[in-house]
């Protein structure tokens, strides 16, 4: 089944550790987001990727950067991690920018920070 | 801003009774409209979207939701809960093309009481 895979589910880092979180998809869809979901609350988009054009939100912090190797793969570098980062990260796909915008979400990794 | 509201943070019901979760959009451009579902520890699953074909749109798990241009509202509703319906529903618009990225509502967590 096509689909979109976070690995690891569960990250646990200290206080100031870089940490990379990966995201792989079989959609071969053009676009990649990811989101930071604090404990109930919504989805807050990072950033995205149209193919390897990277588009920041603008109050995404310094802290958060992205990379996309190639077409099925994406990954989160939280460079200095600090408390408040700790959250789930949910990596999402479009298959463009036409359309309804439908995405198609992985099951998150949950990040914890000590 | 283009924003989301989702009345009720918290809705309860009782086995068998009727799910009402309400959604409205602050536009006079009808967007494309979707409600995600998330279990604890996952990712959003879609239960449904609206891209202007049928006003009513049904989805997985017994959903389905109404678009009512007259009340900017995409309201979901299932029949009879389950217990498996514990869960939370997010609402979401997107416009498309390059500004389509999703729109969240804050959620409303669901309850089902035995």
């Known amino acids: 089944d096509a689909m979109v895979i976070q690995n690891p589910r569960y990250q646990v880092t200290q206080f100031g550790k870089p940490v990379t979180l990966s995201c792989s998809q079989t959609?071969?869809?053009?676009?990649m987001y990811w989101y930071q979901q604090k404990s109930s609350q919504a989805p807050k988009l990072l950033f995205h990727?149209?193919?390897?054009?990277?588009?920041n939100e603008a109050d995404t912090p310094d802290n958060f950067q992205s990379r996309r190797p190639n077409t099925s793969f994406c990954f989160l570098d939280i460079r200095s991690p600090g408390l408040g980062d700790a959250a789930m990260y949910l990596c999402?796909?479009?298959?463009?920018?036409?359309?309804?915008?439908?995405?198609?979400f992985g099951p998150g990794t949950r990040l914890t920070v000590l | 801003a283009q924003s989301v509201t989702q009345l009720g943070s918290h809705v309860s019901v009782s086995e068998g009774a009727l799910v009402l979760l309400r959604c409205n959009y602050s536009?006079?451009?009808?967007?494309?409209l979707f409600w995600y579902v998330q279990y604890p520890n996952q990712g959003l699953q879609l239960l449904l979207k609206?891209?202007?074909?049928?006003?009513l749109v049904k989805g997985i798990n017994g959903f389905e939701a109404e678009f009512k241009k007259s009340e900017t509202s995409f309201h979901l509703t299932k029949p009879s809960a389950h217990m498996s319906d514990a869960a939370e529903y997010f609402c979401?618009?997107?416009?498309?093309?390059?500004?389509?990225?999703?729109?969240f509502g804050k959620g409303t967590k669901l309850s089902v009481k035995p």
């Open positions: 999402a796909t479009s298959r463009d920018y036409e359309g309804s915008g439908e995405q198609f």
């Open positions: 959609l071969n869809h053009n676009v």
């Open positions: 990727y149209y193919d390897k054009d990277f588009n």
């Open positions: 536009s006079s451009v009808p967007p494309y």
């Open positions: 609206y891209t202007s074909a049928a006003t």
């Open positions: 979401a618009v997107s416009y498309g093309g390059s500004q389509g990225n999703l729109i």
